[in-house]
């Protein structure tokens, strides 16, 4: 026998989730914490506030703008976000303040506030699946949603810095084997500095560059770059291919710049890692807290684009 109070509270979370769907594709970024405040509401969660992490990972930043900033290192909306579990608090009046970690996938986006009277195990479960779908939502909007970038900015970006930027990955990827993230600092002024990483079947992809000099110039050597390495690997080439196709493409368009790069492919089932160094600093390994010394050094080929012929040899075969 079905009870049905509980029927009824089911079919209510399924309507009021579906109306927050449709209200955060239609909705603006000064109309999303409506929607989200009306759907908690309705599930008895009480107030919402998202915070997002800004650019240098150091504060916790709302979209409320009259909602006060929180230091990451100092709160307990910080430590939700870096252990990315759920935090719960009870306030001075009584009610409980719940942090839930907003994640999509491996990248940590920020965390969720909820003020809410009590906490069950299923209004717990709602509260997850609220996070989870808030943060496709935010992942979803933000290519295209300026206000996300300004509330997670403390300060204006340069130039070159932006357009690097727009060229860049999220800062972390990962699947059940592996997770790759990285940082740049300094965040407001990267010159030729640039990341990149991604998945192919069973394969990870990473790549570290670093252009000649500090300026817009810089910034375009690396973004061709960055765009001549995965125009090769969604083609299939090699390691090999790859830094011949990024190092041509820099001596065609840019014959008077040149940038240092590392390209690595991870092949996740055995282990097995393979790469190339072209003029920049040897890799660090560290496993179980321990460096391992010189672990990955070896003879570094040029720098690319110059177009030379590969003096450290061909890349060892992908597995």
Request: hydrophobic fraction near 40%; proline fraction near 7%; charge should be negative.
């Given at each position: 026998?079905?009870?049905?109070?509980?029927?009824?509270?089911?079919?209510?979370?399924?309507?009021?989730?579906?109306?927050?769907?449709?209200?955060?594709?239609?909705?603006?970024?000064?109309?999303?914490?409506?929607?989200?405040?009306?759907?908690?509401?309705?599930?008895?969660?009480?107030?919402?506030?998202?915070?997002?992490?800004?650019?240098?990972?150091?504060?916790?930043?709302?979209?409320?703008?009259?909602?006060?900033?929180?230091?990451?290192?100092?709160?307990?909306?910080?430590?939700?976000?870096?252990?990315?579990?759920?935090?719960?608090?009870?306030?001075?009046?009584?009610?409980?303040?719940?942090?839930?970690?907003?994640?999509?996938?491996?990248?940590?986006?920020?965390?969720?506030?909820?003020r809410m009277d009590f906490l069950d195990a299923l209004t717990l479960w709602r509260c997850r699946t609220l996070a989870s779908l808030l943060s496709l939502v935010i992942t979803s909007k933000r290519t295209s949603i300026d206000t996300f970038a300004r509330?997670?900015?403390?300060?204006?970006?340069?130039?070159?810095?932006?357009?690097?930027?727009?060229?860049?990955?999220?800062?972390?990827?990962?699947?059940?084997?592996?997770?790759?993230?990285?940082?740049?600092?300094?965040?407001?002024?990267?010159?030729?500095?640039?990341?990149?990483?991604?998945?192919?079947?069973?394969?990870?992809?990473?790549?570290?560059?670093?252009?000649?000099?500090?300026?817009?110039?810089?910034?375009?050597?690396?973004?061709?770059?960055?765009?001549?390495?995965?125009?090769?690997?969604?083609?299939?080439?090699?390691?090999?291919?790859?830094?011949?196709?990024?190092?041509?493409?820099?001596?065609?368009?840019?014959?008077?710049?040149?940038?240092?790069?590392?390209?690595?492919?991870?092949?996740?089932?055995?282990?097995?890692?393979?790469?190339?160094?072209?003029?920049?600093?040897?890799?660090?390994?560290?496993?179980?807290?321990?460096?391992?010394?010189?672990?990955?050094?070896?003879?570094?080929?040029?720098?690319?684009?110059?177009?030379?012929?590969?003096?450290?040899?061909?890349?060892?075969?992908?597995?």
């Amino acid at each position: 026998m079905v009870d049905a109070s509980v029927s009824t509270s089911a079919e209510t979370a399924e309507q009021s989730l579906d109306e927050l769907l449709r209200a955060s594709h239609e909705a603006s970024p000064a109309e999303l914490p409506g929607a989200l405040d009306r759907y908690t509401t309705a599930m008895r969660m009480g107030h919402a506030v998202v915070f997002l992490i800004d650019l240098q990972q150091r504060l916790l930043i709302p979209l409320d703008e009259d909602v006060p900033r929180l230091d990451l290192d100092d709160s307990l909306a910080g430590f939700a976000y870096r252990t990315s579990t759920v935090r719960v608090k009870e306030d001075d009046e009584g009610g409980l303040d719940v942090w839930l970690p907003l994640m999509n996938g491996a990248e940590r986006l920020g965390v969720l506030k909820l003020r809410m009277d009590f906490l069950d195990a299923l209004t717990l479960w709602r509260c997850r699946t609220l996070a989870s779908l808030l943060s496709l939502v935010i992942t979803s909007k933000r290519t295209s949603i300026d206000t996300f970038a300004r509330r997670t900015r403390t300060r204006s970006m340069e130039l070159p810095t932006e357009m690097v930027r727009a060229f860049l990955p999220p800062r972390s990827i990962g699947t059940g084997r592996v997770i790759s993230t990285a940082v740049l600092e300094p965040a407001y002024e990267l010159g030729g500095d640039a990341f990149d990483h991604s998945f192919t079947e069973d394969v990870l992809h990473a790549t570290i560059l670093d252009a000649m000099g500090h300026d817009l110039a810089s910034g375009l050597t690396t973004s061709v770059a960055m765009a001549g390495s995965r125009n090769a690997r969604r083609t299939g080439a090699d390691l090999a291919e790859l830094v011949t196709t990024v190092d041509e493409a820099l001596a065609k368009w840019l014959p008077d710049q040149f940038c240092t790069g590392v390209f690595l492919r991870l092949h996740m089932p055995s282990g097995a890692l393979r790469w190339s160094n072209c003029g920049h600093p040897t890799p660090l390994v560290i496993r179980r807290q321990r460096l391992l010394d010189r672990e990955l050094e070896r003879a570094a080929e040029p720098p690319l684009g110059g177009a030379p012929p590969r003096g450290g040899g061909p890349a060892p075969p992908d597995p």
